[in-house]
């Protein structure tokens, strides 16, 4: 296995991981308030937040900036607690260009929190490598596979329950975002106390 396959796979399997469900809350509830028909606003906060998690990715595998892992797995609960709450304030079908702007914004700030947390895993494993720059866009590259699999995995849902099964928009919205939040909420609590301690 080619060591560029290799990076390629690992940030597919990092961000798909259960164990590491977190990411997959974020995109998740990130997506919960947009249909099958508007998938190309998804990629557009699915680009955000990559540009938000490639930057802090880069500069912290790189040991330019330095955050407390307490701190950094602390604000990506609080980041799924945010992009729930921000769900909520869609009460209408029509698309709202205010609240996607806000979305757009928040996926961005939040990559760069998200991109700390997957830059503590990939310094682990670059160890002391001299040339990082191909293992790094491998995974990076890897991370975005996983997230368009979550995005498409729920979108799919979306459609199911919406079209088939009848259930309104607004309350898959509001049973994605509220479960999201709920588990943020419980993560927060979790993590407050190695936060505090640190």
Do not use: C
């Not at 690992?10 to 961000?15: Q, R, V």
């Not at 991981?17 to 919960?32: C, K, P, R």
């Not at 998804?42 to 680009?47: D, E």
């Amino acid at each position: 296995m080619s060591l560029i396959w290799f990076y390629l796979t690992l940030g597919i399997k990092h961000i798909l991981d259960l164990q590491g469900y977190d990411h997959i809350l974020f995109i998740a509830s990130l997506t919960a308030v947009y249909s099958l028909k508007e998938w190309d606003k998804v990629l557009i906060l699915a680009t955000a937040f990559t540009i938000g998690h490639s930057t802090t990715l880069a500069l912290a595998t790189l040991n330019i900036i330095h955050v407390p892992s307490t701190l950094i797995e602390f604000l990506i609960a609080v980041t799924i607690f945010l992009t729930g709450l921000a769900n909520l304030f869609k009460t209408k079908e029509d698309f709202n260009p205010r609240l996607h702007l806000l979305k757009y914004l928040l996926a961005m700030f939040f990559g760069l929190i998200h991109g700390l947390g997957f830059s503590n895993y990939l310094r682990y494993l670059l160890g002391q490598q001299n040339n990082i720059w191909k293992p790094l866009l491998m995974f990076n590259v890897g991370l975005e596979i996983g997230q368009i699999v979550i995005i498409t995995i729920t979108l799919i849902l979306n459609l199911i329950f919406t079209s088939y099964l009848k259930v309104k928009q607004r309350e898959w919205n509001l049973v994605i975002s509220g479960a999201a939040m709920g588990m943020a909420f419980m993560l927060m609590m979790q993590r407050l106390p190695a936060l505090i301690s640190g």
